[in-house]
């Protein structure tokens, strides 16, 4: 059975980092691409970032040059560095695989 979950969100002033994580258990990790996305309220779904098989790495304009996303193969695990977090980065925060892989979701609040 395929299952993902997110931990790692929480309360953070503006200016401060969180570091999410997704556990992927129930697939053949190594050979699937991961995405992290957002949802804050009233608002639709947004893509974040994307990690490949090969480590190659893709962003929204909105998170690019504040966001990192990783993987550990052997931890089957991928992992959302945010720093300099704003306000506007307050969402629901979901990682996915395939099309109907998703996790749970964890809360992001960036509030003073």
């Known amino acids: 059975q395929v299952r993902l979950v997110e931990s790692g969100g929480g309360l953070v002033q503006p200016g401060g980092s969180l570091r999410l994580s997704c556990a992927v258990s129930?697939?053949?990790?190594?050979?699937?691409?991961v995405r992290w996305h957002r949802q804050a309220p009233g608002k639709q779904r947004e893509l974040v970032a994307t990690?490949?098989?090969?480590?190659?790495?893709r962003y929204a304009d909105s998170v690019k040059g504040r966001f990192t996303i990783s993987r550990d193969n052997a931890k089957k695990t991928v992992y959302l560095q945010m720093n300099s977090l704003k306000p506007e980065d307050t969402a629901i925060y979901y990682c996915?695989?395939?099309?109907?892989?998703w996790g749970q979701g964890t809360q992001v609040t960036v509030s003073s």
């Open positions: 129930g697939s053949n990790f190594n050979f699937i691409s």
């Open positions: 996915n695989y395939g099309d109907i892989y």
């Open positions: 990690i490949i098989t090969s480590g190659s790495t």
